[in-house]
């Protein structure tokens, strides 16, 4: 089954188009589309195809049409990601314009047997939720510990599957169940037994290929108004800290153990280095920013040299929180 022709790499971007080929799909196909509108550092190459599912069933459809070869992504905000210059072959899969249903779940039977009910609620997100919208979401139920997720500018679906984690606390010390998709479209669900969970890195623990769509967290009951000032006062301490107004992709580096990453990068004396129209931003060295014109080229280069002069400077090894996919020009 052929889905689309490939487009080029210059050819203008084409219109929407309804997904052809596949029973039972209802989202819509994007061709050639260009990556640097759906990634936060606004750089990068086109992908083959772009789809947007209409909701959870629609993209079980889809995958269980596709062809085992193609190449498959899924994408949230973008916010974590570099896709280089030559694009993406394959399909990409936007989330974030589709599985975006929240809700406080009712029922007592998702991985919450055992604890005290009456001291947790517990909140149904699926993967192309805004971490921000859950924390919100939590303090106007009365629901505490999902402050943190205010600071973390990306989706549910991507905070799964790096264990994202600001001020003091990571997504999966929450997680009671998650759902899953595999690529011939069956729904799984796990528990976090099924996973090793690790500082901002999750694997399974038995080889199989799914990703992240819905997930269920249980927080406790609490005060929702001293809740929302404490959303308050951390995205006070991000805008205050975080180079915000221009594009980046949050924090590019893993804090080594005992260290932060942002020191390394400072005490080398890189904050302010550029690489065309990439930057270490001079706000937080942890930061690359697009000043205009970025390629993703310039950023992966910037990348590499700072992990290469805190190497050297240091003996430590920085390893990138954000990811890189796709091919060089």
Known sequence: MILAERMMADTPLPPTYMMPGIPG???RLELGADMARHTSWRAGGRADRFYTPANLDDLAAFLGGLEPEEPVWFVGLGSNLLVRDGGLRGTVIHLHGALRNIAIEQRRQNGWAGQDSGKFGVIYAEAGVASPKVARFAANHDLVGAEFLAGIPGTVG???AMNAGCYGHDTWEFVSQVLTIDRQGRIHRRGPKDFHVAYRHVTPREPRVEWFVAAWFMFPK???????????????????????????AGSVFRNPPGDFAARLIESCGLKGTRIGGAQISEKHANFIVNTGGATAADIEALIAEARARVARQSGIELITEVRIIGERL
């Open 158 to 160: 991507g905070a799964l």
């Open 222 to 248: 609490g005060d929702g108004g001293q809740a929302r000032e404490e959303i308050k006062r951390l995205l006070e301490k991000r805008i205050a800290t975080q180079p915000l107004d221009l594009p980046n």
């Open 25 to 27: 799909a209802q989202g």
